[in-house]
């Protein structure tokens, strides 16, 4: 196990969120995907996501699904789906998940000790980016770091920790 400390950058985003059941995800994976080729695009970097507990209903979750593209794009307003020219992590702690059996649970609590150890914050929730390597799925663990040695996060750091642009595409919405 090893956690690396360095930013991250992706270009070209297509972002949905939606709250499903949990293990139920994969819908979402699959309506991107037949977005992306019935639009002539294709991917260009692992895809990723962040998941959070729905209130008042243990059996969902809230997921926000990444996926980086080839080229910007406009989206029509019946699209359910944003798109983020760029989204930077100029700070943060990775830390590979390549067992299969590992909780990520586990692995977010080794996170906040080491940012706790160093004196720095994470950002929640955590980006989960997803890769094939020999056929076997791995996940990087990605947590933004939002403050610095004595300084205590706040919600303007956080929003300085991941900055995300959206800009106006110059191809026109697709239906």
Known sequence: MRIKRSS???NNILKLTDS???GHWKTMALVMRNFIIENGLYTNAPAFYQVVDVEDDASRKEYT???????????GEDIPMEFISELIF???????VADPATLLEEVYLILD?????????????????????????MIDVV??????????????????AVAMKTTESDHEPTE
């Open 8 to 10: 991250v950058t992706f």
């Open 20 to 22: 499903c059941d949990e």
């Open 65 to 75: 699904v990444y996926v980086p593209i080839n080229q910007s794009v406009g989206l």
């Open 90 to 96: 100029d700070d943060a702690l990775t830390f590979r």
């Open 113 to 137: 000790t080491c940012a706790s150890e160093q004196g720095y914050g994470l950002v929640r929730p955590f980006y989960h980016v997803c890769f094939d390597v020999f056929g076997e799925t």
């Open 143 to 160: 947590a933004p770091i939002v403050a610095l040695p004595g300084k205590q996060p706040d919600e303007s750091a956080a929003e300085e």
